[in-house]
């Protein structure tokens, strides 16, 4: 895993209620990456950091907001969680834009 | 537009014999090129990359891939396929000079006794 955890592993929560997963990340990697793996779509990334306090949205970030205050932690949160939000999520991390990432074991979110 | 296709879905070899998955991307330069695999529960794990250089790289656990500029193809194979390889393969692509890592929609791999 290369020091990256994820936390919750598995989250079941209701329909319009805030959720925050987060990232963690021991090894000083610049970028950090939140994806979502549904049946069908692959990994479809949702934001992505380049630094401290520097994000930027990726292909599905609707219904998602991140923040990186420091750099070893990446958060992900739904404001208002829906159904269409029930999926795997994966962190991951690399060190430059020319190096491989490396992957969390995913958070399973179910939404109610 | 800017993608990756995994033509394949699903593909079934029988143990023992060879495999081959498909990549093809849209970039307008060649951009970093990588292999992951993902076991049922599992992260994704890098089996191997391509930045620049000898067009054939190898990889973990026997397998390896061939870049194909004029081709815009970076295809995954392995000689003898084992059981143990029955997963989910990703191949994922990194713009050059850009932050994004775009990933493919994965090919499923079954292996037959």
């Known amino acids: 895993d290369a020091g990256i955890t994820q936390s919750p592993r598995h989250k079941v929560t209701e329909t319009g209620t805030p959720v925050t997963l987060r990232c963690h990340q021991t090894e000083n990697h610049r970028y950090m990456y939140w994806y979502r793996q549904d049946p069908g779509h692959g990994l479809r990334l949702i934001h992505y950091s380049y630094g401290v306090k520097d994000t930027d949205k990726g292909e599905v970030s609707d219904g998602y907001s991140v923040s990186r205050s420091k750099t070893e932690d990446f958060l992900l949160t739904l404001e208002s969680a829906t159904s269409s939000q029930t999926s795997v999520y994966f962190c991951?991390?690399?060190?430059?834009?020319?190096?491989?990432?490396?992957f969390g074991q995913g958070t399973r979110l179910t939404v109610v | 537009a800017q993608s990756v296709t995994q033509p394949d879905i699903h593909i079934t070899v029988s143990e023992g014999a060879s495999l081959e998955l498909r990549c093809n991307y849209s970039y307008g330069a060649t951009p970093y090129l990588f292999w992951y695999v993902q076991s049922p529960g599992q992260g994704l794990q890098l089996l191997l990359k391509y930045f620049s250089g000898d067009t054939l790289v190898q990889g973990i656990k026997g397998f390896e891939a061939e870049f194909k500029r004029s081709q815009s193809s970076f295809n995954l194979r392995k000689p003898s396929v084992h059981w143990s390889d029955a997963a989910e393969y990703f191949c994922?692509?990194?713009?050059?000079?850009?932050?994004?890592?775009?990933f493919g929609k994965g090919t499923m791999l079954l292996v037959s006794p």
């Open positions: 994922a692509v990194g713009p050059q000079g850009r932050s994004t890592l775009t």
């Open positions: 991951a991390a690399r060190q430059g834009m020319n190096t491989e990432a490396f």
